[in-house]
C-alpha cells in the first residue's frame, strides 16, 4: 500500500483547479436526520465562514440535504463565492415530507436537482455534480447508469454542468460513467476501518481521478478504536484527526470532505493536514483498518 512517513501532498488537481485536499462536507449543517434547518443558523454560517479562512476550497453539498436548507446557508454565508471555491453538489435523491432518502434517477428528476442546486446556491453553473447511485442505498451495487449520466452529459453540453463524478458507485459502474462523460472524482464510503475500495482508490489514483470518501470519520456511527485512541494520545491530538491524517496518508487522491457544525470539531479535523505520521504510527493504523474489515 503506498503509505510513507514523508508529509502527503496538501493539494490535488481537480475538477480543472487546484484544490486544498482538507475540504468540508456540509451535510451537518441541517437539522438532526440531515431534514429541516440546524438549531443554529448563525453557528452554521460561522462554520462555513471559519472553513474557508482555515483553508478549505473544497466544498460538498447537496440541494437534497435539509433538503435545500444546507445550500440556502452556503449561499447565505459564503456569497458571491471566491473564485478558487469549487463547490461539489450531488443529484439522484429526494426526501419525503418524513424525511426518507428516495431515489430520484429518472432524467426529469436530475433536470430538477440540477435547477435546484443552481437556485439554491445562486449560480449559474455548477463545477461538480456527482450522480449519486441509489441501487443500494447503504452501499454500492450493481445496476444500470447510462439515462442517467447521459442527462448529467446533456446538462454539461448545455452549460449548466462543468464537470461530473459519481457516488455510492462499483468500478463497473465507474468505468461506463467514463464511457459517456469524464469522470473527475468518486465519492463512496471509505474510512480507516471500511477498507472495501483499496483497490479501487489506487486503481482511480493512477488516471488522476479524486476519490472522496463520504463518512470519512464513521458517519453515523462514529469510529471507536483504543489503538486509535491511544495513538492520538501520545501525539496530542483528537483520535478523529487522526483518523483523517491517515486518510491523507493513504493515497494523493483522497480528497477530505469531513462536516461538522462544531467550530472547535472543524479545527480539529483541519489540524489533519499538518499532523506527521511516522512509519511505525501508519503501520499501527493500518492494523486497525484491517481488522475492521
Known amino acids: 500500500m503506498p503509505q510513507s512517513s514523508s508529509q502527503p501532498s496538501r493539494t490535488f488537481a481537480f475538477a480543472g483547479r487546484t484544490v486544498n485536499r482538507m475540504g468540508y462536507g456540509a451535510m451537518q449543517l441541517a437539522g438532526p436526520g440531515v431534514f429541516g434547518p440546524p438549531k443554529d443558523r448563525a453557528t452554521a454560517v460561522a462554520v462555513l465562514r471559519e472553513a474557508l479562512a482555515l483553508g478549505v476550497n473544497h466544498l460538498d453539498t447537496s ?28 443529484v439522484g435523491a429526494v426526501r419525503d415530507a418524513a424525511g426518507a432518502w428516495l431515489p430520484a434517477q429518472e432524467p426529469a428528476d436530475i433536470e430538477r436537482a440540477v435547477q435546484d ?47 461530473i463524478g459519481i457516488s455510492n458507485a462499483t468500478a463497473k459502474q465507474i468505468e461506463d460513467a467514463g464511457r459517456i462523460a469524464p469522470i473527475v472524482g468518486v465519492q463512496n464510503h471509505y474510512n480507516l476501518v471500511n477498507r472495501a475500495d483499496d483497490t479501487l482508490i489506487d486503481s482511480l489514483a493512477t488516471r ?59 479545527r480539529e479535523n483541519m489540524q489533519a493536514q499538518t499532523l506527521e505520521l511516522n512509519d511505525e504510527v501508519l503501520a499501527r493504523l493500518d492494523t486497525i483498518g484491517k481488522a475492521g474489515a
Open 117 to 163: 442546486n443552481l437556485r439554491n446556491l445562486g449560480l449559474d453553473t455548477l463545477d461538480v455534480v456527482n450522480l449519486r447511485v441509489m441501487g443500494d442505498q447503504h452501499k454500492p451495487a450493481e445496476g444500470p447508469i447510462e439515462r442517467q449520466m447521459e442527462t448529467l452529459a446533456a446538462l454539461q453540453e448545455r452549460g449548466l454542468v462543468r464537470h
Open 63 to 90: 440541494d437534497f440535504y435539509g433538503p435545500h436548507v444546507t445550500n440556502q446557508i452556503i449561499r447565505e454565508a459564503l456569497h458571491p463565492y471566491p473564485a478558487d471555491l469549487t463547490i461539489v453538489t450531488k
Open 208 to 266: 488522476g481521478i479524486a476519490y472522496v470518501p463520504f463518512f470519512p470519520l464513521g458517519g453515523f456511527t462514529p469510529i471507536q478504536s483504543t489503538a486509535l485512541s491511544e495513538i492520538a494520545q501520545s501525539l496530542g491530538v483528537a483520535p478523529m484527526t487522526v483518523a483523517l491524517a491517515w486518510l491523507l496518508h493513504r493515497a494523493p487522491n483522497i480528497l477530505l470532505i469531513p462536516g461538522t457544525s462544531s467550530l472547535a470539531h472543524l
